[in-house]
């Protein structure tokens, strides 16, 4: 019996995710990092579409997540060498995403199971990939927990567990703040509808993280041409000096 | 009232807050205008470059090493060219010595780049930049430091110190020699191009200018009269910096100029007020209050490396692998 009941579970659920679907609104879908630029916070809303009526058992829940581009990071261990703390072993974590946030309706651990979270990689433990761990080093999991730790730290990833409020099984809003030393890119905007752990629909959009203007103008500047750019920072530097000490001397004069 | 200032920003304060591109983290600007123009106020009123304490203030507000090094570089370009003109219309600058130093802090800056490179991809440049700056501020404070409480005690006591005679020893038996006819010397090129050198390396890897190795160097080493020794100095320190703030622009991409602007607005600034300041005070108690803040931020950096950090671990760009 019991087995019958489970076999109807599994045959129900995809039937479940065709008829729930997210419909999804963002405040902005672009972030412009401006010279004055200090964070920003992002509306993430939205409604559950269905055909049929509400769906009996565990109420919906809801995972909003925000995840910014995943670049290669080195990390760093300091041992105490010669009397000074000194970086020795080190380590390259493959994949680890510059910006991470998780917002849910209700405790992570009720919204998601440990099963689904691996299959959609929800949690950052999961985003973050590193396989050539080295054999080598002692506690190579360590690295990658001091990934987690140090952008915890710094807010650029974080976990804010019932902060999605969800009205009527079926429109739901939440607001992420982006701090200000973001990393440019691609950020991906991820929403899941669970149901008693179950991920019973999701939907991605991208969100544009771009430098502008004078911010724009310099960093291109000075990656794709360095040397006009190094010259440009000594013409500037020279015309400050030769300017301000003009300026004052015909102040003393006057 | 200060307190509450501090913990409900203002609009004002908060429009203030400056992204800077290359550094890639908001610092509020009038902190960078006040730093630039307090240690401009330090370098008006004792003639240093500041170099040496801009960069260690900058990593204490959270600008990532490489990128205060090569910024204050280019700063240094900024304040020596203002600094250069003044002894340009009172003829106090040997440009034929001020060329072989030259040449020495060139080569010196680039050795000094490739050291600063290899070290960054082993991880270890943060390490060489904070060991140099507790090395060099440790020695130069504690020198300052003593040599200021003399002049004090000599100065209470009323009596003249000993004139110093002039050495003659191996330096004028290095062949090369050449004649410097604005320093009225007749001496091997060696000496000069080797303090060059050396202070292009330390240029390249701390971001100063060097004034404080060379200066001294220039008068007890190679004898140079006083009045032209610090014009001169600042004619090499312009070029050395400049090829340093562009060998780090185009290897590392760690110069950003609106640091290195707002700094300078600052530091211009600062300095005339503090070269007025420096005219009307009593030298040598200035001087060891400059020693003591030498000491200090030695101390700061020093208790950095020592003390077991809070994190062992840290974050850097993989790139390159």
């Not at chain 1, 058992?57 to 290669?72: F, M, Q, T, W, Y």
């Not at chain 1, 567990?161 to 809003?173: G, M």
């Not at chain 1, 004052?248 to 004069?253: A, D, T, W």
């Not at chain 2, 009593?282 to 950096?301: F, I, M, N, S």
Request: charged share 15%.
């Amino acid at each position: 019996m019991l087995r019958l009941i489970l076999a109807l579970c599994l045959v129900c659920l995809p039937v479940h995710a065709a008829e729930e679907q997210v419909v999804l609104g963002l405040s902005q879908d672009r972030v412009s990092i401006t010279a004055n630029f200090d964070g920003s916070e992002i509306l993430v809303f939205g409604a559950v579409k269905r055909e049929a009526p509400i769906p009996e058992g565990p109420p919906l829940e809801v995972i909003v997540s925000i995840v910014g581009p995943s670049e290669p990071v080195t990390v760093r261990r300091k041992e105490k060498k010669f009397g000074i703390w000194v970086n020795t072993d080190s380590l390259v974590v493959d994949l680890a995403p510059s910006f991470y946030a998780v917002a849910t309706s209700a405790p992570f651990s009720e919204v998601l199971t440990q099963t689904e979270d691996l299959r959609y990689k929800v949690s950052v433990e999961r985003a973050i990939r590193s396989v050539g761990a080295d054999m080598n080093i002692k506690g190579a999991q360590d690295f990658s927990a001091a990934v987690i730790r140090i952008r915890e730290d710094e807010g650029l990833y974080s976990i804010r567990e019932n902060t999605v409020a969800v009205d009527e099984e079926t429109l739901f809003r939440t607001s992420i703040d982006m701090p200000s030393d973001l990393t440019e890119g691609d950020y991906t905007a991820r929403i899941f509808l669970t149901r008693g752990g179950k991920v019973v629909s999701s939907m991605e959009t991208s969100i544009d993280v771009r430098k502008v203007g004078l911010e724009r103008i310099l960093y291109t500047m000075s990656r794709e041409q360095p040397i006009w750019y190094g010259l440009m920072s000594l013409a500037i530097a020279i015309a400050a000096g030769w300017g301000a000490s003009t300026a004052f001397r015909l102040l003393r004069e006057n | 009232m200060y307190r509450d200032a501090r913990h409900n920003p203002s609009r004002l304060e908060e429009a203030m807050q400056i992204y800077l591109p290359i550094a890639e983290v908001s610092v509020n600007a009038f902190l960078l205008l006040g730093l630039g123009g307090m240690v401009g106020i330090l370098s008006g009123m004792f003639g240093v470059g500041g170099g040496f304490l801009m960069t260690p203030l900058l990593f204490f507000i959270g600008i990532p090493p490489a990128v205060a090094v090569a910024t204050e570089a280019n700063q240094i370009v900024a304040s020596s060219f203002s600094g250069v003109l003044a002894h340009f219309r009172r003829r106090t600058v040997d440009l034929k010595m001020g060329t072989v130093l030259l040449v020495g802090g060139l080569a010196g800056a680039a050795l000094g780049v490739i050291l600063f490179n290899y070290l960054k991809s082993l991880g270890q440049v943060d390490l060489l930049v904070k060991l140099c700056y507790v090395v060099f501020l440790g020695v130069i404070g504690s020198l300052m430091f003593v040599e200021s409480l003399n002049a004090l005690r000599k100065s209470r006591k009323g009596g003249t110190p000993p004139a110093k005679r002039r050495q003659r020893g191996w330096i004028h038996a290095l062949p090369f020699k050449m004649r410097f006819r604005t320093s009225g010397l007749y001496i091997s090129v060696i000496p000069p191009v080797l303090v060059g050198l050396f202070v292009g390396v330390l240029s390249a890897i701390m971001g100063v200018g060097g004034g404080f190795i060379m200066v001294p160097a220039m008068i007890y080493l190679l004898g140079m009269p006083t009045k032209v020794v610090v014009g001169t100095s600042l004619f090499q320190i312009i070029f050395v910096t400049a090829f340093t703030t562009m060998l780090h622009a185009t290897t590392n991409y760690t110069v950003d100029v609106v640091l290195a602007v707002l700094l300078l607005v600052g530091g211009v600034v600062g300095a005339q007020i503090g070269t007025v300041i420096g005219a009307r005070m009593p030298a040598e108690q200035l001087r060891v209050l400059l020693a003591a803040l030498v000491l200090l931020v030695c101390g700061k950096l020093a208790l950095d490396l020592l003390l077991q950090p809070a994190e062992l671990f840290s974050l850097g760009d993989a790139g390159g692998h």
